[in-house]
């Protein structure tokens, strides 16, 4: 959002997530894409723990894969800073699950989504 011609941070996303074991709360917070003047968009990934806030920039050729990489930003924050951390119940892993890596190249790409597609047809053939 712009406001008398400076942006203002929106957040997209804000959660908290609980230590079960030492009662910790993580605020966890993903900022709207915004575009820079040079064309690249970035997001702000942010935990605060206690007064300290860690944050991490995500980046994208257009706010949908700025976010996609913020939801992976997120997830390595989260699991660096609190691995046993929970969101409504939640682990991290589910919280934000893992993206498949494209800068490993399209055939990998193509080859790891292959490989799962076939994974979740068996596991769903379970239950027929």
Sequence with gaps: MIRDGEWLMVDFCDRDFKD???G?????TISQPIQ???GEWSSTVSILRSGYTETEEAFGFDAHQTLYSA??????????TAPQAVWHDMPIDIAF???LPIFL???FYREAN???DEL???FNKRFE
């Design 120 to 122: 979740i047809e068996a």
């Design 24 to 28: 910790a709360t993580y605020r966890l």
């Design 114 to 116: 292959s490989q799962l």
């Design 20 to 22: 079960p074991i030492t």
């Design 105 to 107: 190249g399209i055939q």
């Design 36 to 38: 820079a003047s040079s």
């Design 71 to 80: 939801s992976d930003v997120a997830r390595s924050l989260l699991l660096r």
């Design 97 to 99: 699950p893992r993206a």
